[in-house]
Nanobody
Framework: QVQLVESGGGLVQAGDSLRLSCAAS????????MAWYRQALGKERELVAA???????RYADAVKGRFTISRDNAKNTVLLQMNSLKPEDTAVYYC??????????????WGQGTQVTVSS
């Protein structure tokens, strides 16, 4: 049974940093692409960042230069370092996994999400 468990969310002020973590189990982590999505209240879920099994990355334009996705295959963990947070970054952040291309829009597994709230 595949499980993705996010942690690290919270309430911060604009300009602060947060690091989200996603612990994966029940899958061969090293062959999976991983991603972070977010969904703000009343909006559709959107891609934040994705990382291939080989470490290639892609980012949404809104977070380029502020967020960094990384993975630790030894710990079956994917991280999202978020710097210079803005109120518009407020959302529930979800971890996703896919055995295939990190460029895909369809992901196989999802976590339950962690809330990030940025106050102005």
């Amino acid at each position: 049974q595949v499980q993705l468990v996010e942690s690290g969310g919270g309430l911060v002020q604009a300009g602060d940093s947060l690091r989200l973590s996603c612990a994966a189990s029940g899958l061969t982590f090293g062959v999976y692409a991983m991603a972070w999505y977010r969904q703000a209240l009343g909006k559709e879920r959107e891609l934040v960042a994705a990382i291939s099994s080989g470490g290639s990355t892609r980012y949404a334009d809104a977070v380029k230069g502020r967020f960094t996705i990384s993975r630790d295959n030894a710990k079956n963990t994917v991280l999202l370092q978020m710097n210079s947070l803005k109120p518009e970054d407020t959302a529930v952040y979800y971890c996703a996994a896919k055995r295939g291309s990190y460029l895909s829009v369809n992901w196989d597994y999802w976590g339950q999400g962690t809330q990030v709230t940025v106050s102005s």
